[in-house]
T-cell receptor, first 109, second 115 residues
Framework: GQNIDQPTEMTATEGAIVQINCTYQ??????LFWYQQHAGEAPTFLSY??LDGLEEKGRFSSFLSRSKGYSYLLLKELQMKDSASYLC??????????WGAGTKLIIKP | ETGVTQTPRHLVMGMTNKKSLKCEQH?????MYWYKQSAKKPLELMFV???????ENNSVPSRFSPECPNSSHLFLHLHTLQPEDSALYLC??????????????FGDGTRLSIL
């Protein structure tokens, strides 16, 4: 079966750095997405990785290792507004998105 | 404007009622999706439409009936729902189907509660 694993919940301090991990086992791989979802709102696209390595976009970076079936989302200089759920999703060989259950990130002052 | 608009935002209905959820996208996309989101569970893909044609039906019970009259609008007709159908229903769109790096754009969802 296909599976995406990410931690259920994480807590971090304002101004700090946090890394949210995602591991996957899927039938084929056509890329990995990270989305941010604030409570009661739409998931919004953060990043897309299809090649190994780190993609940096402002305070957010996303890393991929295809051989390890592993990705992480790195958030720097945390702000209170970063409190949200972060969803990892993999595009499989049929171009269908397989979703993780999301990681709820709580930022404390 | 988010680009994908869903109405209503909240819906409470009895098990014998019939209601419809509406989704409209203003992005010129060709593919549209319905998802069910339950607490602490992955998004469940329900239906996929490409150029107004249904291309995916993930074993969804017949009490959920989708309709796509044109590439900008998507409906989900509901009838005789069960309490376990209470969830957030999300609509999404993407430029095309089957292209790797095109993200899906989501609406804010309809929070559905079945009494």
């Amino acid at each position: 079966g296909q599976n995406i694993d990410q931690p259920t919940e994480m807590t971090a301090t304002e101004g700090a750095i946090v890394q949210i991990n995602c591991t996957y086992q899927t039938s084929g791989f056509n890329g990995l997405f990270w989305y941010q979802q604030h409570a009661g709102e739409a998931p919004t696209f953060l990043s897309y990785n299809v090649l190994d390595g780190l993609e940096e976009k402002g305070r957010f970076s996303s890393f991929l290792s295809r051989s390890k079936g592993y990705s992480y989302l790195l958030l720097k200089e945390l702000q209170m507004k970063d409190s949200a759920s972060y969803l990892c999703a993999v595009l499989d060989s049929n171009y269908q998105l397989i979703w993780g259950a999301g990681t709820k990130l709580i930022i404390k002052p | 404007e988010t680009g994908v608009t869903q109405t209503p935002r909240h819906l409470v209905m009895g098990m014998t009622n019939k209601k419809s959820l509406k989704c409209e996208q203003h992005l010129g996309h060709n593919a549209m999706y319905w998802y069910k989101q339950s607490a602490k569970k992955p998004l469940e893909l329900m239906f996929v439409y490409s150029l107004e044609e249904r291309v995916e039906n993930n074993s969804v019970p017949s009490r959920f009936s989708p309709e796509c009259p044109n590439s900008s609008h998507l409906f989900l007709h509901l009838h005789t729902l069960q309490p376990e159908d209470s969830a957030l229903y999300l609509c999404a769109s993407s430029q095309d189907l089957g292209h790797s790096n095109q993200p899906q754009h989501f609406g804010d969802g309809t929070r559905l509660s079945i009494l």
